[in-house]
């Protein structure tokens, strides 16, 4: 099946000579959801404008639905829902005028029970007679939702969708872009919440400095990337860590008397079992243990300090 989404060798360099994005490869297939991490001013939202065509590339191409984004520009742009970072919203329209007048943009008729479903997904529908203005701001990034999606879109991207929304709010709209993915609506995310991408996403995507350095399924990412650290907490303090246990580049905190391994998920030698013998033998008892998996945003940080 081909992607619902190919970019290919994409470039943008401004006036100013500032690269914004560099050969940029991706392919998206339908119905998944791609996290794309970066920086600010890493490029993730000049990727997406390109493809919904508010700025042109330099060089490259991009295709959705087959459709190129230039040549066939209308017929791209019929496919794609688009929420902006930005909230920019008629303050004296109603919800409901506001889903007409976008749907009445891509030139399809009112649907009334259309709209009744998509503010009943997004917690809209009591809404719907409200002037924007007297909305709040995350009732306003649902609005911006259901604006997106009117036209019936196979595509949607969202550029920071939770950005200013308190933590319960955050995971209210987790719960629709699931509900989305469960439509069948293929969801691009940008997003700075890397706790975000880690439980909602497919795929990730990590773009930094204009480059993408890698799109991988997340559990394969975490799983090749991630590390454990084992936490020992001592039942005596130490003055240094034995020369017997040198080999193991242990970390050593005296305030809460702790060692920590570090040590490969999926490696097929931990080095645990003999570094319990090694811990003995130097005469050291525990008092308790702990492991903890890296996170998505370890990772995160790593590839980016390393691309620095």
Known sequence: MSPIVSIQNLSKQYASGFQALKNVDLDIEEGEILALLGPNGAGKTTLISIICGLVNATSGAAKVGGFDVVDDF?????????????????????????????RGLF???????????????????????????????????????????????????LDEPTAGVDVELRKEMWDVVRQLKADGVTIILTTHYIEEAEEIADRVGVIHNGELLLVEKKATLMQRMGKRQMRIELMQQLASIPQS?????????????????????????????????????????????ETRQSSLEDIFVGLVEDKS
């Not at 017929?75 to 506001?98: H, K, W, Y």
Request: proline letters at 2%.
């Open 245 to 289: 246990l040198a080999s193991y580049n242990l970390d050593y905190t005296a305030d809460d008397q702790t060692l920590t391994y570090s040590y490969e998920a999926n490696g097929e030698r931990t080095g645990i079992a003999a570094l319990f013998a090694d811990l003995s033998k130097a005469g050291l008892i525990l008092r308790d243990v």
């Open 107 to 157: 030139g399809k008729r009112q649907d009334d029970a259309l709209a009744k479903s998509i503010l009943e997904k997004l917690s809209l529908w009591d809404k719907r007679d409200t002037k924007t203005m007297e909305l709040s701001g995350g009732m306003k990034r649902r609005v911006l939702i259901a604006k997106a999606l009117c036209h019936e879109p196979r595509v949607l991207f």
């Open 74 to 102: 209308r017929e791209a742009r019929s496919l794609i829902g688009l929420v902006p970072q930005e909230i920019a919203l008629e303050p004296f329209q109603t919800v409901n005028d506001a889903l007409r007048f976008t």
